[in-house]
């Protein structure tokens, strides 16, 4: 199974909104809408920030979206804040394979 | 509150084996709930290692099958992983997380706070 494609990095000022995303195949995000987003700051462990390609877990604020169109999934977060700054990393479900696979992962600076 | 916390040794011989166990507060495993094992390499991304269900049914990552098995101990709310043939590409931070209810769907909204393993002579 190949990971799933993210930029690496992504910048945007205070206030503005940026959008990361998330690219698979019609085996993993284009199947289900079993996609979900991570957010990770250094040393801890990653917080789930969207689940089932747009729900929003309670307590995750509503600048953080989450779309998908075809095979390719999208994070935007506006309004962007300094404690944005970031990893994030998306997931997906395989169908037919029972298994989960992540994005590479993408870097948020806050400018 | 669900919590999860690894343990283990933190540091393991290469072709020896990797052995966590994850203790679960604030929830019954025994509830059908999917909970498994992801890792993270120093400065890399994160890696899916597998998922086992109350019933004993688990599930891996393709790369890893042959060398990793996943257990639960309903009676001590606790599951494990073990990690045969580990190599320095098995170093790396692994944490424990609680996946969705019912079904896999790469939902992990609990996770504990991780535990890094060495491989090194």
């Known amino acids: 199974q190949s990971a799933l494609t993210q930029p690496a990095s992504v910048s945007g000022s205070p206030g503005q909104s940026i959008t990361i995303s998330c690219s698979g195949t019609?085996?993993?995000?284009?199947?289900?809408?079993?996609v979900s987003w991570y957010q990770q700051h250094p040393g801890k462990a990653p917080k789930l920030l969207i689940s089932?390609?747009?729900n929003r877990p309670s307590g995750v604020s509503n600048r953080f979206s989450g779309s998908k169109s075809g095979n390719t999934a999208s994070l935007t977060i506006s309004g962007l804040q300094a404690e944005d700054e970031a990893d994030y990393f998306c997931?997906?479900?395989?169908?037919?394979?029972?298994?989960?696979?992540f994005g590479g992962g993408t870097k948020l600076t806050v400018l | 509150q669900v919590q999860l916390q690894e343990s283990g040794p933190g540091l393991v011989k290469p072709s020896e084996t990797l052995s966590l166990t994850c203790a679960v507060s604030?929830?019954?495993?025994?509830?059908?709930?999917?909970w498994g094992w992801i890792r993270q390499p120093p400065g890399k991304g994160l890696e899916w290692i597998g998922n086992?269900?109350?019933?004993?049914?688990?599930y891996y990552n393709p790369s890893l099958r042959g060398r990793v098995t996943l257990s639960i101990d309903t009676s001590k709310n606790q599951f494990s992983l073990k990690l045969s043939s580990v190599t320095a590409a098995d170093t790396a931070v692994y944490y424990c997380?609680?996946?969705?209810?019912?079904?896999?769907?790469?939902?992990?909204?609990?996770w504990g706070q991780g535990t890094l393993v060495t491989v090194s002579s």
């Open positions: 997380v609680r996946d969705s209810q019912y079904a896999i769907r790469a939902l992990f909204d609990y």
């Open positions: 604030g929830y019954s495993i025994s509830s059908d709930y999917y």
């Open positions: 086992i269900y109350p019933s004993g049914s688990a």
């Open positions: 019609s085996s993993d995000i284009g199947a289900y809408r079993y």
């Open positions: 089932d390609v747009g």
């Open positions: 997931s997906a479900y395989i169908s037919g394979a029972t298994t989960v696979v």
